[in-house]
């Protein structure tokens, strides 16, 4: 199995406002989008990020989403300056994330903060100057 | 806030079984490796997949990860044969994927089964023959 990923996708509870954060906040465009069933966005060049509404999950993978609580996953979106972090931040306040945690340094040599989607859904958003991190940088 | 991903961080309970799922039993290649902490593999050209243990996770994000149960996430790895995704699921199986779903057609036109890693975390082996799906492939 080759080392790659194709698609990131999260199952959300209400893909209408999902769309409303990632669509009318983020101003996000997305490529596919069936309503009340997925949307999806480019993310990378060969990778999108999809968001699922749950019933088609359930459906095909087999089983309930674990629900409730902070999921055990985060998504980052990478940065080239501390500037671009806290104004990245303050877009996805102002989009109606529903927590935000101001960025700080951190001990790992970066500076993050994190935001919630609708379903919890924590986006990490740093300046990582570490080799991988700027590896990731556009 | 620009349509990127550029981490993709799944938190996991016991980061040297997750070691020996990835790296011992799909023969992947970690970039990043600190012991107990952080395991971090290139899966796209600008995106790395981090399996991060879960105390850093909590210290950072400030929650305790939601745990139990299935994930509400998804990962996929995309093929261009239906060979490939029963050779890729049986690989995942030999590693020691801990649920193993065959393959089937799909409503959607695809073909796809999935496998859960150490924790729990489901990834969706598939073949999708839509624009987006053929956009993904290497």
């Known amino acids: 199995m080759d080392q790659r990923v194709s698609f990131v996708t999260l199952v959300v509870t209400d893909l209408e406002a999902t769309r409303r954060f990632y669509v009318d906040g983020l101003g996000w465009e997305p ?82 903060g994190y935001f919630a989607d609708p379903d919890g859904f924590r986006w990490e958003v740093a300046v990582n100057p570490g080799e991988i991190g700027q590896s990731v940088l556009p």
Not at 31 to 57: C, I, N, P, Q
Not at 64 to 80: C, D, F, K, Q, V
Not at 95 to 112: D, I, K, M, T
């Open 31 to 112: 490529e596919v989008h069936v309503t009340g069933e997925v949307l999806m966005f480019r993310v990378a060049d060969k990778v999108v990020l999809s968001l699922w509404a749950e019933a088609g999950f359930v459906a095909e993978v087999g089983h309930a989403p674990t629900r409730g609580g902070t999921p055990p996953i985060t998504l980052s979106h990478n940065l080239a300056t501390t500037d671009g972090v806290d104004t990245v931040l303050e877009q996805a306040r102002a989009a109606g994330a529903s927590e935000v945690l101001a960025a700080e340094q951190r001990e790992w040599g970066g500076y993050s």
